[in-house]
């Protein structure tokens, strides 16, 4: 089952939205699950995101590629450009998967792959 933000294309699966607590996955709601309020303003997380990542790296975050939930909060993807070079195809790129809790407070972050900016999606990024 899918929810969906109004207004937005930003969907989230529901059945990720609960979190199930105790001893053989019992919980408070249907399912096991611990009932979440209202989804928080994607906008919101997205622009905590950004500055978190900002302020931990000294850059700025190029462009947002993702914003889905997890069990500890949401997870917002953005990329970096880490080294700028001439031409800027040659850019070298990272992606980095910041984890806010619904508040937007920074739960954790981890760089995933680096790639150059040519190399097309789907491609060997290191």
Same mark, same amino acid.
């Given at each position: 089952?899918?929810?969906?933000?109004?207004? %937005?294309? @930003?969907? =989230?699966? $529901? $059945?990720?939205?609960? #979190?199930? +607590?105790? $001893?053989? /996955?019992?919980?408070h709601?249907? /399912?096991g &699950?611990?009932?979440?309020?209202? &989804?928080?303003?994607?906008?919101r997380?997205? &622009?905590? =995101?950004?500055?978190?990542?900002?302020q931990?790296?000294?850059? *700025?975050?190029?462009? @947002? +590629?993702?914003?889905?939930?997890?069990?500890?909060?949401?997870? @917002? +993807?953005? *990329?970096?450009? *880490?080294? %700028?070079?001439?031409? =800027?195809? +040659?850019?070298?790129? =990272?992606t980095? *998967?910041?984890?806010?809790?619904?508040d /937007?407070?920074?739960?954790?972050?981890? #760089?995933?792959?680096?790639?150059?900016r %040519?190399? $097309?999606?789907?491609g060997?990024?290191?």
């Open positions: 089952m899918l929810g969906e933000w109004p207004g %937005s294309g @930003v969907r =989230a699966r $529901a $059945a990720e939205a609960g #979190r199930n +607590t105790g $001893a053989g /996955g019992r919980g709601g249907p /399912g &699950a611990v009932p979440r309020g209202p &989804a928080p303003d994607p906008q997380l997205v &622009a905590a =995101a950004r500055e978190h990542l900002q931990l790296l000294g850059k *700025e975050p190029d462009s @947002v +590629t993702g914003l889905e939930p997890a069990d500890d909060g949401w997870v @917002v +993807t953005l *990329e970096v450009v *880490e080294v %700028s070079r001439i031409p =800027a195809s +040659t850019d070298v790129l =990272a980095y *998967e910041v984890v806010l809790d619904d /937007g407070r920074l739960v954790r972050y981890r #760089r995933g792959g680096r790639y150059y %040519s190399q $097309a999606e789907g060997d990024r290191r």
